[in-house]
């Protein structure tokens, strides 16, 4: 134990004397990497604040498609009144097993009082077989609150056979 100690103190005072600016040194953990590039920019108020770079890509982010197909046609379609609003839920049959990540994707347009939904659905890549038609159903549902039905004269649900229109 007592030699352990002076051999310590030993290296801490070799260490001590070999420049002493630990912060530069590559000793230093936070010094592995490189240096975090901080840049300043001036808030509302005039206060200069440090910025950190983001994570993002330099080009930005590829703008996001969706693969997914339309849902072959809508059999089914109900509009359920609650409390809080609605609940639109939509049923399609598909013509084999195996299709998932289906929903509702609502649709960027001009017109703020109607409500354009596509009933997408991922396909599957191997056919696992084509099961009774109650297997292939696939409903998926979206709620509404009634802040959104306020400002709703109508919504529309796409589908591959065309689309189906409710009045709210």
Known sequence: MRQQIVVSGLILTLL????????????????WFGQREQTQTLDAEGRV????????????YPAFVDTRAFA?????????RT?????????????????????LVPV?????????LEFRLRAPKDVPGIGSVS????????????????????IQIRSASGVRTLRP
């Open 135 to 154: 297997q292939r159903e696939i409903t998926v549902a979206r709620a509404i609150s009634n802040q959104e039905l306020a400002q709703l004269t109508q």
């Open 72 to 80: 072959p046609s809508i059999t089914a379609l109900d509009f359920l």
């Open 49 to 60: 604040v440090r910025v950190l770079p983001t994570l993002a890509p330099r080009k930005g």
């Open 108 to 116: 960027e347009h001009d017109d703020g009082s109607i409500l354009i």
């Open 83 to 103: 409390a809080t609003g609605s609940v639109l839920s939509v049923t399609t049959v598909v013509p084999t097993l195996g299709y998932a990540d289906a929903a």
């Open 16 to 31: 001590s004397g070999c420049g002493g600016d630990f912060r530069n040194s590559k000793v230093n953990p936070l010094n």
